[in-house]
């Protein structure tokens, strides 16, 4: 049973990551035979993963039609992006009422690597001290609920992340408006780091116009 676990996890980072690095393209079919034989293993684990995707909304599972990898649209993308900023608008407020001194800590080490961000413009750097600082936020609020929602929300919206990650400019402005939420956060400014949150999403939704209309105009909403 936890070589089965094990070999699902596997096969869930796999998939999950050709989606995300766009070498599945939006509204492509998959099919669990195909996906074993690519990712090497059984379909068993696939089958458990792509349950998994579909609860991501990475992924649809059309009955006796096969999977489809989520196409997308602008205006779903901005709306699940407004929905996220609400969503990490209420984590940031309750995480800088809750904040433990471990937290503060870590939070603080993001936030002076998103200072270097701010200043080379380093993408990697960015999307992993952006997931971390979230993260931190969500283990902060101790929410299941909460981190579920989104989680849920911010997964499909990771596709568009990934494809602004060469404009350096880009990350370095987002990444200041990330040292001022982790500042707000740290010194138990509740307001102010629900506000900023918003604003991070409403100007992430705003920024990405440009590659939404390029990559996402030809296809439909599937959300």
């Known amino acids: 049973m936890e070589q ?18 766009l070498e599945f393209e939006a509204g ?40 489809y990898v989520t196409e997308l ?4 993308v901005r709306m ?4 996220v900023g609400v969503l990490q608008g209420l984590a940031s407020r309750l995480a800088a009422e809750r904040l433990s001194e471990q937290h503060k800590t870590e939070i603080q080490a993001i936030v002076q690597g ?16 952006d997931n ?12 299941d609920l909460l981190s579920n ?12 992340r990934r494809l602004t990650q060469r404009d350096r400019r880009l990350m370095s402005e987002i990444a200041l408006l990330h040292v001022s939420l982790g500042e707000a956060v740290i010194r138990g400014d509740s307001e102010h780091a629900e506000i900023l949150a918003r604003k991070i999403s409403q100007y992430t939704a705003n920024e990405f116009g440009e590659v939404l209309e390029r990559w996402i105009v030809p296809l439909r909403n599937r959300f």
């Open 73 to 76: 649209s602008v205006d779903a």
């Open 114 to 129: 998103l200072k270097r961000v701010a200043t080379t413009g380093d993408s990697e750097d960015m999307l992993q001290l």
């Open 149 to 160: 929602l989104l989680s849920v929300n911010r997964a499909p919206l990771e596709r568009v």
């Open 4 to 21: 089965n676990e094990t070999l699902s996890d596997k096969a869930y980072e796999a998939i999950r990551e050709a989606i995300l690095n």
């Open 28 to 67: 492509q079919q998959l099919s669990e035979a195909g996906l074993a034989k690519r990712f090497g293993m059984s379909r068993t684990p696939v089958r458990e993963a792509i349950r998994r995707l579909s609860r991501e909304g990475l992924v649809r599972v059309v009955p006796k039609r096969g999977i």
């Open 80 to 83: 699940r992006m407004l929905i």
């Open 132 to 143: 971390s600082l979230h993260l931190l936020i969500r283990d902060a609020v101790g929410s």
